[in-house]
């Protein structure tokens, strides 16, 4: 009786969605944590600019969504050209007639290495990747999130615990997303006094995604010149880890894409009108 209760409040409340009305840039949504964030995003009544480097995927995630009921639009491109994100803003305002409210800083992979054998491009791609572009992008946007329009605006910055507690052949990867907690807390102090914009972190543990598969799967991006970077964690790895596997995770067991798309949903709601400046733990109680 409590549940039903609950629901029917909830539907009082929000009676077409958390974010009805709302326009959000989903950064890296053609599959994984992003496409997952941006298909609960639109459930809520969000329109969803999906931004993926790859074409087919973000039009297809484009497409599920609209044949849904969702309102969606694909602009592809790389989140590391100026002009793409000169592109992705002025669609995304146009999509929203003249307004963004929010940003998902999603989009990124890894580039592993031990500190001795790390190379310059491997540095300089993953500190660009997860920092300057970023960066930039909200940047870009800032003439939609400085305005005093009484409508909330969120940017959220998907962190990871790599750069809480480091990580072992990740050094880019770990300042990468170190430098996020304090991109995040800046942005927080700069706008949200005179014009209410939230900004936080999420920080993910163990997620299931391509990031953490079995390296021999296959799974890799283009990086720089149309290098070919393997994705994942080689298996020899995961089998020595198998017998304590997820011993370290309260919960005993990795996170799904979705589990870590709700988060982002949760931090981007009315729900969490009064959280800023947080980097948010998503780990299942690891590490805690």
């Not at 067991?253 to 979705?258: F, H, I, L, Q, Y």
Request: proline share 3%; aromatic share 6%.
């Amino acid at each position: 009786m409590a549940d039903r209760v609950n629901q029917l409040v909830n539907q009082l409340n929000y009676p077409r969605g958390l974010l009805v009305g709302q326009v959000a840039i989903v950064t890296g949504s053609g599959q994984g944590i992003g496409e997952e964030t941006a298909r609960l995003f639109a459930k809520e009544g969000a329109k969803v600019v999906i931004a993926d480097i790859d074409h087919l995927k973000a039009d297809k995630v484009t497409m599920s969504i609209n044949s849904q009921g969702g309102k969606a639009i694909s602009v592809a491109g790389d989140i590391m050209d100026a002009e793409y994100i000169k592109k992705l803003i002025q669609k995304a305002a146009e999509f929203g007639n003249g307004k963004i409210h929010i940003i998902v800083n999603n989009a990124g992979y890894t580039w592993d290495g031990v500190i001795h054998k790390m190379t310059d491009k491997q540095w300089e791609t993953i500190i660009a990747l997860h920092c300057t572009a970023p960066f930039n992008l909200v940047r870009a946007a800032s003439p939609y999130f400085r305005v005093k329009d009484g409508e909330p605006r969120s940017i959220i910055n998907v962190s990871s615990t790599s750069g809480v507690n480091g990580n072992a052949g990740q050094i880019n990867y770990a300042l990468a997303k170190a430098g996020i907690t304090g991109f995040t807390k800046t942005i927080a102090k700069e706008w949200g006094p005179a014009f209410g914009v939230r900004s936080n972190a999420i920080a993910f543990g163990h997620i299931a995604t391509r990031l953490t598969a079995a390296k021999e799967a296959g799974a890799f991006v283009e990086g720089p010149d149309g290098q070919k970077i393997a994705l994942g964690i080689p298996q020899k790895q995961k089998d020595a880890r198998a017998e304590g596997a997820f011993k370290d995770i309260p919960l005993g067991r990795p996170g799904t894409a979705t589990e870590a798309a709700s988060s982002i949903l949760a931090v981007a709601s009315p729900l969490f009108s009064y959280v800023t400046g947080q980097t948010i733990m998503v780990t299942g109680g690891r590490n805690m």
